[in-house]
């Protein structure tokens, strides 16, 4: 009987598999949907009455299970980045001239669709989907398997036992969200703005039957890590994808020379509209995968790659009135007000004006009709005037002398275009200065955004950062929308918060010209925040990246009584004030022949894969950069060295080959 049962279970998951796959990746459907919906009804019984049997790769999975309380953080094992922009064909060209003086001439591209979606990393063991995260900061995003798996063009299970991560574009196809739309009409509910805020909304519900409602769809285009696949291209990577069972987007094309990458570009330019899904643009991916390793990465994304965005819709609407906000440093920022009207998706009744001089060069009026549209899409912003519809109604606008929240006299500081109020107490910037330390970059205080941050500010709960560590669940319920539930989560990511490591809370602490970048910096560099109170500003200086200013402006901040007592305090709480990254290497101390050298690799290596060099050079505190400038000190030069090695000689760089530098490592 259970060897029956046994079987029947597996033919019952591999048909519900290949009609799946049938349906929602090859879109040619060989069964009626009635057939699939009575065998995963069979499957659901028996699985049920058998508890035991059930596993993590079942088709069942896919109806949504029970609803967490809390999303997990991952770490993602390779960083997922994002792209540089281009936004027309000099941009491209520019890309493409840049790519050419890194590889060479022997460039071919992938051009794809830039799908309108959210982000998601996949992560498989051997041929099971373990996990699936959502972007996050690029480094840690969150756990939403359990959504994943009611997406149903994403295999529970691969067609061969490999270990990956898969990076692709969650999505809600335009039918699905016309639909979508059309019931919320009938019930008489607020539309959704747009696809992808649905996609991204359904994928971050505590509840999975909330997202496998939801027909919600996937391509993917990029292995995080291909290791041992085998393959060398990206298009070959694109190929292996749809072999191991994923939905690859088929309108890619593979073009040899950027003159085809722009005929490719204006195309879908043109066919976006028929579409049965949302792009924002084409992303433009070097094909080869040891030009991709030679290209690298600058900080933020790599060289080998660029998306370009389609040009931004323009829209018409009247300028009523400008408000005036004051941030977390004391700079005042006028916002347009404006008549609500629909831009890309969404409706936008605002605009950042940015500083006076912007209005007076655009010449805005009270009441005059404005040209919006939403800079990379994303943020509303002020074109520009049709003065030809003016009436002579339109009112001039100025900045006020005072500052329009704690109306202490607004200062504008030398060379800036900015007015600022200087006065520490004024409640804006305490308030602005909150909001940024619970943020992404800096604690990542989950479920204490702005709204509840400035309840909590004005009910005068809190009025400093360690005044959120104080916060008691009955405090909290009080507030307006929040229950239980979402008090008792908000008290465990404040909790949890505290063991960050110390860059958050450094950049938390809003440190005038202290970027994310630099807390790190700080943090790997000083270790404790005790370290980092009593280090002078020549010893500030002294650490790569920081300068003067920087420096200066930490020395003052730490010789502040306030912030000293701030931060004992957040010591008492139990806020951890130590870094627990990777720890920085001083290269005055490393006695190598790399040390604080800058080297480029160039050409085909032989005996080291690229990575492992720069690994290992970078361990004996060597700094590997991807092109010749007159600041490199050695070019390694494999076979086939092209354009980097004639840079190399021309500049007067040292050049090894590859035996030489293996050499040198051993030593
Ligand atoms: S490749 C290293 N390909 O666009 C970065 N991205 O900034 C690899 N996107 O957030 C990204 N369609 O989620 C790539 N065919 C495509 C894409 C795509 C959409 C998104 C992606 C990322 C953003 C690029």
Known sequence: MSEQLHARIEELRNLLNKWNYEYHVLDQPTVPDSEYDNALHELIRLETENPDLLTADSPSMRVGGAALSVFEKVEHRTAMLSLGNAFNEEDLRDFDRKVRQGVGDQVSYMCELKIDGLAVSLRYEDGLFVQGATRGDGSIGEDITQNLKTIRS????????YSLEVRGEAYMPKKSFEALN????????????????????????????????????????????????????????????HELGFKTNPERQKCASIDEVIEYVQKWQEKRPNLAYEIDGIVIKVD?????????????????????????????????????????????????????????????????????????????????????????????????????????????????SHCPECESELVRLDGEVALRCINPMCPAQIREGL?????????????????????????????????????????????????????????????????????????????????????????????TIERLQEATVDE??????????????????????????????????????????????????????????????????????????????????????????????LLIAGEAAGSKLEAAQKHGVEIWDEARLVEELKK
């Open 540 to 633: 500030l200086v002294a650490v790569n990246e920081i300068g003067d200013k920087m420096a200066e402006s930490v020395a003052t901040y730490f010789n502040n009584p306030e912030v000293q007592k701030l931060i004992s305090e957040l010591r008492d709480l139990g806020v951890n004030l130590v870094y627990n990254g990777p720890k920085a290497v001083n290269v005055a101390d490393i006695d190598s022949y790399f040390a604080g050298k800058t080297v480029v690799l160039t050409g085909k290596l032989e005996i080291l894969s690229r990575n492992e060099a720069k690994e290992k050079i970078e361990l004996l505190g060597g700094k590997v950069s991807g092109s010749v400038s007159k600041k490199t000190d």
């Open 182 to 241: 059309e019931q919320k009409k009938l019930a008489g509910e607020e539309l959704f703005a747009n696809p992808r805020n649905v996609a991204a909304g359904s994928l971050r519900q505590l509840d999975p039957k909330l997202a496998a409602k939801r027909n919600l769809d996937i391509f993917v285009y990029g292995i995080g890590n291909v290791g041992s696949t085998g393959v060398t291209s990206h298009s070959q990577g694109l190929d292996l994808l």
């Open 154 to 161: 994403i295999p529970l299970r691969l067609t061969k036992p």
């Open 435 to 527: 909001i940024h330390f619970v943020s992404r970059d800096a604690m990542n205080i989950d479920g204490l955004g702005e709204r509840v941050i400035s309840q909590l500010f004005e009910e005068k709960l809190i009025s400093d950062v360690a005044d959120i560590y104080r916060l008691e669940k009955d405090q909290l319920i009080q507030l307006e929308r929040m229950g239980d539930k979402s008090a008792t989560n908000l008290i465990n990511s404040i909790e949890a918060s505290k063991s960050n490591s110390l860059e958050k809370l450094l950049f938390g602490l809003g440190i005038r010209h202290v970027g994310a970048k630099a807390a790190k910096t700080l943090a790997q560099q000083f270790e």
């Open 288 to 400: 080869s995968l040891e030009q991709q390793d030679e290209l690298g990465f600058t900080a933020k994304s790599p060289r080998w790659a660029i998306a370009y965005k389609f040009p931004a819709e323009e829209v018409v609407t009247k300028l009523i009135d400008i408000e005036l906000s004051v941030g977390r440093t004391g700079v005042v920022t006028p916002t347009a007000l404006l008549e609500p009207v629909r831009v890309a998706g969404t409706v936008v009744k605002r605009a950042s004006l940015h500083n006076e001089d912007l209005i007076r060069e655009k010449d805005i009026k009270l009441g005059d009709t404005v040209i919006v549209k939403k800079a990379g899409d994303i943020i509303p912003e002020v074109v520009g005037v049709l003065t030809e519809r003016r009436t002579g109604e339109e009112i001039d606008f100025s900045m006020p």
